[in-house]
């Protein structure tokens, strides 16, 4: 009992590699105990607990209402971006995000929250990785356990370099600051380290992953298995402007998994048992969020302050680029009458009906805003490997496209068979494929391209910001004034 409640205590622990421990209380939520980290990973039953903390943490509360774990962090990338749309105010939540507020302020929250929540991972991730070895249990559940624990520590660190770091500059010496690296379960006060230094960790943590899961089987999609470590490999190299590793991962990855034929689409944005889903959360009757959750916000049918007076839409020149023989473009509504639902879907007199709203995430109900979150499914590695391929002129780049084009559009075909055209179109095809997944500004920024919310159905008046230039210092968010104030050896970015 005693190791079981400082396990619990350890996984309360938000404290985090830049902070300096006299002043970790810095957020509300953080206890002041500490907790001897060797003593709860005495066994590998205790890893597990521990990683099961991890999948939970990416769908609890972290604060306000906002701010519920992976998903909220999903639809910061989207509001940042041009091709999702708010269509009025409605409780104000993202709205800041969406005007580019939020993270060019560092005393703002929402700067804050990616910041405490993937470092709260890391700080778990750390503790597993520490223990794993001298843990009593079977070998290969120390192996299931470590493997999983180095991949969500990559996952943090890419997600956390990628906001607060400059790009990754494919070619360069990449020297220019990304986000402090801890490596251990220590809270000493850690300078930023370079880009470069983050993108090396975060590869060796994949690829001793990928060697540590090897075998594992997964109870479930809310698991990491070697696959996910695979798709993250993948993602990562594509930044990195690694083509030909990204395109050997991404076909590693894709292994073993279906696309959705046009019959199932509609119904499978939601559920993580889709034969496409690599990887999501599902949500227990029990553990829900309520107006919290991803399906609060993003979801057609839910009946929320959120979303019945603003629906979420595509943005409108976006969607006429989408040929009328793809499925893809029955997800969205140009009318905004949406006429076709889903079976059983319905929405109330009191839900808004505006043009171009998204019908893709559909929630348990107007009354449960539960839904499955996709972090990873397996058409993004199709897209993967055929833009890496692209990018290396190699001739089997169209086919790679093709193989996943031609199911969600029967009657595609192409001329585009290299070259830039080829390139410019697997980019369509992935804001067409990804819209609401948490990557477009992510994209933005890889790609070194310009935000450009022009000519479309973006409101003067609700998204403000309509131009930002590529290179611009409002792609990198501003490190939390928490942060600064609590570790002397951070730096800001500029401002």
């Keep these: 009992m005693k190791n079981y409640n400082k396990l619990i205590v350890l996984l309360l622990l938000l404290a985090s590699v830049g902070f300096n421990a006299c002043q970790s209380d810095f957020l509300d939520e953080l206890p002041t105990e500490d907790s001897d980290a060797s003593s709860v990973t005495e066994t590998t039953d205790n890893l597990f607990s521990i990683v099961n903390g991890i999948h939970r943490s990416l769908y609890i509360r972290y604060g306000s209402q906002g701010r519920s774990g992976e998903g909220a962090l999903m639809l910061q990338m989207e509001n940042l971006g041009e091709d999702y749309v708010n269509t009025a105010r409605a409780n104000g939540?993202?709205?800041?995000?969406?005007?580019?507020?939020?993270?060019?302020?560092?005393?703002?929250?929402?700067?804050?929250?990616?910041?405490?929540?993937?470092?709260?991972?890391?700080?778990?991730?750390?503790?597993?990785?520490?223990?794993?070895?001298?843990?009593?249990?079977?070998?290969?559940d120390k192996n299931a356990a470590l493997g999983q624990a180095l991949t969500y520590r990559a996952f943090a660190y890419f997600q956390l370099v990628q906001r607060y770091g400059k790009r990754y500059e494919a070619g360069a010496v990449n020297s220019q600051m990304g986000v402090p690296l801890r490596l251990n379960v220590g809270n000493e006060p850690l300078a930023r380290a370079s880009v470069e230094d983050v993108?090396?960790?975060?590869?060796?943590?994949?690829?001793?992953?990928?060697?540590?899961?090897?075998?594992?089987?997964?109870?479930?999609?809310?698991?990491?298995?070697?696959?996910?470590?695979?798709?993250?490999?993948?993602?990562?190299?594509?930044?990195q402007g690694e083509y030909l590793i990204a395109a050997q991962y991404a076909a590693e990855a894709k292994a073993g998994y279906k696309l959705m034929n046009t019959?199932?689409?509609?119904?499978?944005?939601?559920?993580y048992t889709s034969d496409e889903w690599m990887w999501g959360s599902h949500i227990q009757e029990d553990q829900t969020d309520y107006f919290g959750n991803f399906g609060a916000y993003i979801s057609r049918n839910y009946s929320s302050s959120n979303i019945r007076p603003n629906p979420k839409a595509i943005n409108s020149t976006l969607y006429d680029m989408i040929p009328t023989t793809d499925v893809r473009k029955s997800l969205f509504d140009p009318t905004g009458k949406?006429?076709?639902?889903?079976?059983?879907?319905?929405?109330?007199?009191?839900?808004?009906?505006?043009?171009?709203?998204?019908?893709?995430?559909?929630?348990?109900g107007t009354g449960d805003s539960r839904m499955d979150v996709p972090y990873m499914r397996v058409s993004e590695m199709y897209l993967i490997e055929a833009e890496a391929k692209a990018r290396l002129g190699d001739p089997t780049a169209a086919d790679a496209l093709r193989e996943m084009a031609v199911v969600r559009d029967p009657a595609y075909a192409t001329t585009n068979t290299s070259g830039q055209a080829l390139i410019d179109e697997i980019l369509i095809q992935r804001?067409?494929?990804?819209?609401?997944?948490?990557?477009r500004f992510y994209d933005l920024k890889r790609l070194n391209q310009p935000l450009n919310r022009n000519g479309a159905n973006h409101q003067a008046s609700l998204a403000v910001i309509f131009d930002v230039p590529a290179g611009d210092n409002r792609w990198q968010w501003l490190i939390p004034q928490d942060a600064l104030n609590a570790n002397p050896l951070l730096e800001q970015n500029p401002l």
């Design 431 to 439: 804001r067409w494929e990804l819209w609401g997944e948490g990557f």
């Design 93 to 140: 939540w993202f709205i800041t995000t969406y005007q580019w507020n939020s993270h060019t302020s560092a005393t703002n929250g929402d700067d804050l929250f990616p910041y405490r929540t993937y470092y709260r991972i890391i700080r778990n991730a750390n503790t597993i990785i520490e223990g794993a070895e001298d843990a009593e249990g079977p070998e290969a």
């Design 199 to 239: 993108y090396k960790q975060i590869n060796i943590d994949l690829d001793d992953a990928i060697s540590a899961l090897e075998g594992y089987k997964r109870p479930n999609k809310s698991h990491l298995d070697k696959s996910v470590a695979q798709g993250l490999k993948a993602r990562v190299a594509l930044v």
């Design 338 to 364: 949406h006429l076709n639902l889903p079976p059983g879907v319905s929405l109330l007199s009191t839900h808004s009906l505006k043009p171009y709203t998204s019908q893709k995430f559909i929630a348990v």
């Design 263 to 271: 019959t199932d689409y509609h119904d499978n944005f939601s559920d």
